[in-house]
T-cell receptor
Framework: GQSLEQPSEVTAVEGAIVQINCTYQTSGFYGLSWYQQHDGGAPTFLSYNALDGLEETGRFSSFLSRSDSYGYLLLQELQMKDSASYFC???????FGPGTRLSVLP | EPEVTQTPSHQVTQMGQEVILRCVPISNHLYFYWYRQILGQKVEFLVS????????KSEIFDDQFSVERPDGSNFTLKIRSTKLEDSAMYFCASRYRVVEAFFGQGTRLTVV
């Protein structure tokens, strides 16, 4: 089976940088994905790591260390619209972590 | 841009009734999923479907649940006898490559 851990909440101010960590346990690794979900909305894909290292997509970057079963999502130049829940997910069936609620303050 | 569509957006049903939630995945996608999300909680995997059969299901997906792809475009989730605890948002998703799953906007199921 799979299990994932994430911090439940993170708060930061506009313009700041925030890192959301994810540790996982899984049998059979198919990569670590990150999804964003605004209140009342659907999860939307942000980033994916199959190999160790950093993947950068605009203001968002994601890092993976397979030996540590650990990854993180890095959000730079935070904007108010980044306030949402962020989920890491593993496996071919995208088993989601518990989610981290990010609040961006003015 | 192609998208996954789900109907209805909101369904209210009485306990014990059967409900069918409908999804139209993106047309060239091969893998289909159902997830549920109880209000304020995480997104929970229910079932995956590939090549016209279930490829994996979670512990949540018991005998009360079934999925079908009745034609080339629709993908349905049936709950045979709804319980109060089935109240949740149900998301359908599809993917072509391993990297990214595309989610529909969800069906909010309320069991009264």
């Amino acid at each position: 089976g799979q299990s994932l851990e994430q911090p439940s909440e993170v708060t930061a101010v506009e313009g700041a940088i925030v890192q959301i960590n994810c540790t996982y346990q899984t049998s059979g690794f198919y990569g670590l994905s990150w999804y964003q979900q605004h209140d009342g909305g659907a999860p939307t894909f942000l980033s994916y790591n199959a190999l160790d290292g950093l993947e950068e997509t605009g203001r968002f970057s994601s890092f993976l260390s397979r030996s540590d079963s650990y990854g993180y999502l890095l959000l730079q130049e935070l904007q108010m619209k980044d306030s949402a829940s962020y989920f890491c997910a593993v496996g071919q069936n995208f088993v989601f972590g518990p989610g981290t609620r990010l609040s961006v303050l003015p | 841009e192609p998208e996954v569509t789900q109907t209805p957006s909101h369904q209210v049903t009485q306990m014990g009734q059967e409900v069918i939630l409908r999804c139209v995945p993106i047309s060239n996608h091969l893998y289909f999923y159902w997830y549920r999300q109880i209000l304020g909680q995480k997104v929970e995997f229910l079932v995956s479907f590939y090549n016209n059969e279930i490829s994996e299901k979670s512990e949540i997906f018991d005998d009360q649940f079934s999925v079908e792809r009745p034609d080339g475009s629709n993908f349905t989730l049936k709950i045979r006898s709804t319980k109060l605890e089935d109240s949740a948002m149900y998301f359908c998703a599809s993917r072509y490559r391993v990297v990214e799953a595309f989610f529909g906007q969800g069906t909010r199921l309320t069991v009264v």
